[in-house]
């Protein structure tokens, strides 16, 4: 069975990083594409970063450019997003999901649950001086 878990979040004032980790269970991050996107209440899902199976391909939102990166560690089978520089408003729960496509070229950093059907529980954020 396909699983994700997020782990990484926490407190951070406003111009600080963090690190946010997506374990995978029962495949290869190096097998699928990997989106992150994050969801404040009382919004809806947006999405921030994603990256396809090699040869990689990457897709990423406008207001996280400069800022959020995304990487893949195959020997841990963990997708990281690396947050720079956060915002107050930024604050969310982050959730890292899968495509259920493995044979998928690119990904999509749109929150489409038709393909990204394996979810993590999500991990909060919060950006707060």
């Known amino acids: 069975q396909l699983q994700l878990v997020e782990s990484g979040g926490g407190l951070v004032q406003p111009g600080g990083s963090l690190r946010l980790s997506c374990a995978a269970f029962?495949?290869?991050?190096?097998?699928?594409?990997v989106g992150w996107f994050r969801q404040a209440p009382g919004k809806e899902r947006e999405g921030v970063l994603c990256?396809?199976?090699?040869?990689?391909?990457?897709d990423i939102k406008d207001p996280v450019k400069g800022r959020f990166t995304i990487t893949r560690d195959r020997a841990k089978n963990t997708v990281y997003l690396q947050m720079n520089n956060l915002k107050p408003e930024e604050s969310s729960t982050y959730y890292c999901a899968a495509d259920w496509d493995e044979y998928a070229a690119d990904c999509t950093v749109e929150p489409d649950e038709g393909r990204y059907v394996y979810w993590g529980q999500g991990t909060q954020v919060a950006v707060s001086s």
């Open positions: 990256i396809s199976r090699p040869p990689t391909y990457t």
């Open positions: 029962g495949f290869s991050v190096n097998n699928r594409a």
